[in-house]
């Protein structure tokens, strides 16, 4: 499994960190999409370094995330101690494919370029559903995607990458359980790597009826 899936050790810790700097533009579209309010209760799947939470998320009322890497679980309650310390947010070691929660627990669940890393879509959007209250919503950030106009080849070998289209994203979806299922597009430029164009990230929205 490389790097960018399961950021683990030394090395995982410092790419994890670039990746939230790298992720900037990328974090910008999906805040907008999650539209976060004082009284939700959030979980993000594939947290990394969680900077993302601890940029935009401290004013929720509830903050979980699960991540299969050990050292991101460690890495993120670090960098969010106050909050964990408080009892406000758990960061959790796990997958995606059996939540360690009840069901109906959060109003809003984020994956936020992790999508593309899950072997088993189907099984983990179930999982999602299950444990988003009813009203809730679910968004999904892919810089890289089939509709986005660049040829993948290397991503997908360096990195194990899934990559979906939006039809592609909508039928899953909607097979899941998931209503009023939106896909927007958007650009960015992919910092550090100044110049880098991500021509078309997606961010998909579904909510939980
Ligand atoms: C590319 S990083 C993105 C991190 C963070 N969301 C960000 O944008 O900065 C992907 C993260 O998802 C986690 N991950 C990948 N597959 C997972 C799975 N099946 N269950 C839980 N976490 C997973 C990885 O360990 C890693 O921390």
Do not use: C
Request: net charge positive; aromatic share 10%.
């Amino acid at each position: 499994m490389s790097q960018f899936a399961k950021p683990t050790g030394f090395f995982g810790k410092i790419l994890a960190k670039g990746m939230a700097r790298g992720h900037k533009e990328f974090y910008k579209n999906a805040i907008k999409a999650i539209n976060p309010k004082k009284d939700d209760k959030y979980l993000e799947i594939g947290f990394g370094s969680g900077i993302f939470i601890k940029k935009h998320m401290t004013h929720v009322s509830k903050i979980a995330g699960i991540d299969h890497s050990e050292d991101m679980v460690k890495l993120a309650s670090k960098i969010n101690r106050k909050l964990v310390e408080s009892g406000k947010a758990e960061f959790k070691q796990g997958n995606t494919l059996s939540l360690p929660w009840s069901d109906n627990e959060f109003t809003v669940v984020a994956a936020i370029e992790v999508f593309f890393f899950l072997n088993e879509p189907e099984k983990a959007l179930k999982e999602i559903l299950r444990v988003l209250k009813p009203g809730g919503r679910l968004i999904i950030e892919m810089a890289f995607n089939k509709d986005d106009g660049v040829d993948h080849k290397k991503h997908i070998k360096k990195m194990d990458l899934k990559l979906y289209s939006g039809e592609e994203m909508k039928k899953l979806l909607k097979e899941a359980g998931f209503n009023d299922i939106v896909v927007d597009y958007f650009e960015a430029v992919w910092f550090p790597i100044k110049g880098y164009i991500v021509p078309k990230g997606m961010v998909v929205k579904a909510i939980k009826k």
